[in-house]
T-cell receptor, first 114, second 111 residues
């Protein structure tokens, strides 16, 4: 069964709306969670590393004010796309790591901004 | 910036053929993983290799980690339509669990 749950799986909203995506580890404590973005027919691009109780570390070129990440507990991280525009439309995927052992991926969130 | 280049980018083959996908970098990785991803889903881990020169087999899939831990290959024997998907390598540097993904190889196996 899925060990990482991502919600919602699909969201369509109007330009200017803020959208929150949740990533939950279901049966382990995730000290670290990662957020990726994937454009159609392309690979995963790491956006940020989220550590529980501390500020996220963003990759070069990723706007931290645009993509707000909160990792308030050991089982939940959220990514909020603020004031979303059509160019933010993408497939967003999270993964969670227990610290030792492989990371587990969620099934992704398809975001479409009209 | 670490960069993982995969080749080929696209591959379309007939059922029963063999193929090899390459993952190359100028950086050294402490750990390298291979994933397969279906459209609209998250990637699924196939294997993790950590030792230079290591070879791992998973049924018809053979994975090799280069001696210098800068490159890796995935070989599929007697490909089947069910092998169709996006294959991704991902590498992590020493002391981190942060994986950077390769450029991807899209495989289509025709029946």
């Amino acid at each position: 069964g899925a060990v990482v749950s991502q919600h919602p799986s699909w969201v369509i909203c109007k330009s200017g709306t803020s959208v929150k995506i949740e990533c939950r580890s279901l049966d382990f404590q995730a000290t670290t969670m990662f957020w990726y973005r994937q454009f159609p027919k392309q690979s995963l691009m790491l956006m940020a590393t989220s550590n529980e109780g501390s500020k996220a570390t963003y990759e070069q070129g990723v706007e931290k004010d645009k993509f707000l990440i909160n990792h308030a507990s050991l089982t939940l991280s959220t990514l909020t796309v603020t004031s979303a525009h059509p160019e933010d439309s993408s497939f967003y995927i999270c993964s969670a790591s227990p610290g030792i052992g492989p990371q587990h991926f969620g099934d992704g969130t398809r975001l479409s901004i009209l | 910036t670490q960069l993982l280049e995969q080749s080929p980018q696209f591959l379309s083959i007939q059922e029963g053929e063999n193929l090899t996908v390459y993952c190359n970098s100028s950086s050294v990785f402490s750990s390298l993983q291979w994933y397969r991803q279906e459209p609209g889903e998250g990637p699924v881990l196939l294997v993790t290799v950590v030792t230079g020169g290591e070879v791992k087999k998973l049924k018809r899939l053979t994975f090799q980690f280069g001696d210098a831990r800068k490159d890796s290959s995935l070989h599929i024997t007697a490909a089947q339509p069910g092998d169709t998907g996006l294959y991704l390598c991902a590498g992590a540097s020493s002391g981190t669990y942060k994986y950077i993904f390769g450029t991807g190889t899209r495989l289509k196996v025709l029946a």
